[in-house]
């Protein structure tokens, strides 16, 4: 909080207070200023064991969201993310792949917004938006790199701005498709996996064999034969058309993985599915098309604290025992944010009685 003067001037309402307020408009889905502080004062008293004497007052809470810096919920964010994976507190590794290699994931989702309240983040002709581009960590499934931007800005134009290591395996759409980005990337060892455009000018070089009864229809080298393209990206690249079972259709696979099997490639672009998973449980489990503040500070806030909400739901999923999918541990923890229930038990098992908690007596001391 010293870092950013978050509590620059602040008179009794503490950064703590608007966390926790913003955690519970995620987690209780309240969608206005007005449920998340009439929630917060139907539970005062167990708003005490939170550190927090009095509900906040909308006009409090939302003059905090619109000057207070949204970087302090950011940096709050990266913090705990970082804590979790270095205690290993979400599981290892989660994909099954033999390779080494960082497996990551990048794309973005557009979140609307009125235009008329949000005139600031202009889309279209009468629509507004913002975009969270997400580089996604496969070890995890959480997040490595988040970028928050206007609807606007082009996914491609964006793709430098996110660190990679060399080795790294980045899965993209066809969104991301730029010859001179694909080759500034094999020149400084990252790998992509993509799929070829319709349109793509490209010569056989190499025709590789097929593994059989893999759903593998093709595998050759290729070199790019377009004017411009044969400039922004000279090397040889990877030509792969499996067959997808489940729609009945061919996708055409483009990669500068030379040394990995079909199949794994097949694999590798199949497991970009994990981020528009991700960004499903963002938006069905927490308040994120629904916006309690105007400014484009509030929005930052709230999408960072969606995130943080996130991560916490994340690590709850790992602990379970029980057989449950997220969005209903996320539906069950809404109606039991206020409870007095042992966290463990209840993860274990959530359709347990809770405890009768007895009421408390005065006794009687003897004197004389």
């Not at 408009?25 to 309240?30: F, H, N, P, T």
């Not at 806030?301 to 999923?317: F, G």
Request: charged share 20%; with cysteine; aromatic share 10%.
């Amino acid at each position: 909080m010293k870092k950013h003067h978050a509590e620059h001037a602040a008179k009794g309402f503490t950064c703590w207070t608007q966390f926790v307020s913003m955690l519970f408009c995620q987690l209780g889905r309240a969608d206005s200023l007005r449920e998340i502080c009439n929630g917060l004062a139907c539970c005062l008293g167990r708003l005490v064991h939170l550190g927090i004497a009095k509900a906040p007052r909308r006009s409090t809470l939302s003059y905090a969201n619109e000057h207070r810096p949204a970087a302090l919920f950011e940096e709050l964010f990266w913090t705990a993310l970082a804590r979790f994976r270095e205690q290993q507190a979400l599981g290892g590794k989660q994909h099954k792949f033999r390779f080494k290699n960082k497996l990551l994931s990048l794309d973005s989702t557009t979140i609307s917004l009125c235009l008329t309240l949000f005139p600031w983040a202009k889309f279209r002709r009468a629509k507004g938006g913002v975009k969270a581009h997400v580089l996604l960590d496969h070890d995890d499934y959480l997040p490595a790199y988040v970028l928050l931007t206007e609807a606007k800005r082009s996914d491609v134009k964006l793709a430098d701005c996110f660190a990679l290591n060399p080795g790294s395996i980045v899965a993209i759409d066809r969104g991301y498709t730029d010859y001179a980005l694909f080759g500034r990337w094999t020149m400084a060892g990252i790998y992509f996996v993509t799929r070829l455009k319709d349109n793509a000018a490209y010569e056989v070089v190499e025709t590789c064999e097929i593994p059989a009864n893999r759903g593998i229809l093709a595998d050759q080298l290729i070199r790019l034969t377009g004017a411009q393209a044969q400039t922004d990206c000279p090397c040889l690249l990877r030509r792969v058309v499996v067959w997808d079972e489940d729609n009945g259709r061919e996708i055409v696979l483009l990669t500068n993985l030379l040394e990995f099997g079909a199949t794994t490639i097949a694999a590798i672009y199949k497991e970009r599915w994990k981020i528009e998973l991700f960004f499903k449980a963002l938006k069905q489990n927490l308040t994120v098309k629904s916006s309690v503040g105007t400014s484009e500070n509030a929005l930052r806030i709230q999408i960072w604290t969606a995130l943080i909400a996130l991560l916490l739901l994340k690590w709850l999923h790992h602990l379970s025992r029980a057989n449950w999918s997220l969005s209903n541990l996320a539906s069950m923890l809404r109606l039991n944010l206020f409870t007095y229930r042992e966290l463990t038990k209840w993860l274990h098992d959530p359709m347990e009685t809770p405890p009768l908690v007895p009421a408390p007596e005065q006794l009687t001391l003897p004197l004389g």
